[in-house]
């Protein structure tokens, strides 16, 4: 390929864009603040499972104390009735003994429902203590959360300008290089890790970083400076200049 020794120039400033380019999106890909949010998302999701689990803790025993309370109405409503019916006139010897011996066992009854309602109240306050907790965390994490994607809006903000703007000066700088030499340089960039060009300074190839020697070294000393040489080693286009060394 031929191509002006100017125009093989700028290949070199292009690859200063391209290289810019390239850092600024590891950078928004690599930003700490994304690794952050991946965090507060993990953490956040074991948070939530917990408090699901207290919530619907606390959801059971509510209805477990909701009928222990009814249980307990109804044995005392029952123990009313049979006291009032034995203070009535008239009312047998027989049937008031009967109903003694019910409002004893009524009356145990209800102090077992009773201690089963207490023990039900200490579990609740348990309960609500955890589903307290898990709440409070999840605020933290999302308060960390919100402070990390805002970080991150303004990191992104300032990255993406600097893109637009790079990516305005490689659209003027690529419209003046050849479409057939932009087109192999775009090619081997792509295929070499974002370098496509890359200078040769004192005999090494800046791609690669291997000296050029022995025939290699002949052939780039009597190709023509129009003419577009590449590296045996990396396949990069070498443009040569003043501190070539050739
Ligand atoms: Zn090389």
Known sequence: MIADPFVQLRLLD????????????????T?????????????????RAQLVEAETQVADL???????????DTVRQRADKDQARMTSAGVP???????QHEVASLSRRQGVLEDELLELMESRETADASVSEFSGAMAVINTERSAAEAARDEVFAEIDDAIGKRGIQRGELAGTIPADLLALY?????????????????RR???????????????????????VVRCENCRRILVRTDESGL
């Open 14 to 29: 292009l690859q200063g864009i391209d290289t810019a380019l390239n850092q600024l999106a590891h950078r928004r890909r």
């Open 62 to 72: 509510a209805g477990e104390q909701r009928r222990l309370e009814a249980d307990i």
């Open 205 to 227: 190839c800046e791609g690669c970083r291997i000296e050029l020697s022995g025939s290699e070294l002949s052939a780039v000393r009597a190709a023509k400076m129009d003419q």
């Open 31 to 47: 930003l700490p603040e994304l690794a952050t949010i991946a965090d507060c998302d993990r953490r956040a999701a074991e948070v």
């Open 186 to 202: 775009d090619k081997v960039r792509e295929a070499n890790g974002g370098v496509g060009a890359a200078m040769l300074r004192q």
């Open 93 to 99: 010897a027989k049937e008031i003994s009967g109903l």
